[in-house]
């Protein structure tokens, strides 16, 4: 079974502090990974894409990709009371399921 | 912004009805998806779809489910039989190209309830 791990927090972070949001998965051969944003009973919004190692930054984001041990993480920069939400942390393999993680709830405390 | 579209947004059926959910594309994508989410539990595909073919499906989509794509814009999932459990909100999703670093758009969603 390909899973994908996530903290589920709470994670509560002051406003203009930085949130760092972590996610683990099982499949080697993962090939592209995403970093989603839902809000209460709202659908998954994407907002980082990234498929190599290292950093990718996209105004005040940030993902960071380390395939060999298997780890993706998303940097949020001057976190925004806007910025609360689950953040979903995606992969996909070969084929064209993506996987999902159970999510991280993120408060920003103004 | 192109946006995928879904209706209805909230559905009541009773178990053992068929249900037809629908889901507008955004125009010139190509690949489509049904994906759902049992409330508080994570986000599962069900099934991809292709120039008019299943290409991919889950466990979870058995002989219960269908989609269809009837004409050129709408794509339709239908359930059979509704059971209880399968209430959840309901996400249609598009791809315009098939490099798999491109990600999905998702719609609003179909907050599905079976009573």
């Known amino acids: 079974q390909k899973e994908v791990e996530q903290n589920s927090g709470p994670l509560s972070v002051p406003e203009g502090a930085i949130a760092s949001l972590n996610c683990t998965y099982s499949d080697r051969g993962s090939q592209s990974f995403f970093w989603y944003r839902q809000y209460s009973g709202k659908s998954p919004e994407l907002i980082m894409s990234?498929?190599?190692?290292g950093d990718k930054e996209d105004g005040r984001f940030t993902a960071q990709l380390n395939k060999a041990s298997q780890y993706v993480s998303l940097l949020i920069r001057d976190s925004q009371p806007s910025d609360s939400a689950t953040y979903l942390c995606a992969v996909r393999g070969g084929n064209e399921k993506l996987t999902f993680g159970t999510g991280t709830r993120l408060t920003i405390i103004p | 912004e192109p946006e995928v579209t879904q209706t209805p947004s909230h559905q009541v059926t009773q178990m053992g009805q068929e249900v037809i959910l629908r889901c507008v594309p955004i125009s010139n994508h190509l690949y489509f998806y049904w994906y759902r989410q049992i409330l508080g539990q994570k986000v599962e595909f069900l099934v991809s779809f292709y120039n008019n073919e299943i290409s991919e499906k889950s466990e979870i989509f058995d002989d219960q489910f269908s989609v269809e794509r009837p004409d050129g814009s709408n794509f339709t999932l239908k359930i059979r039989s509704t059971k209880l459990e399968d209430s959840a909100m309901y996400f249609c999703?598009?791809?315009?190209?098939?490099?798999?670093?491109?990600?999905?758009?998702f719609g609003s969603g179909t907050r599905l309830t079976v009573v």
């Open positions: 990234i498929y190599s190692n």
């Open positions: 999703a598009s791809r315009r190209t098939r490099d798999r670093y491109y990600g999905y758009t």
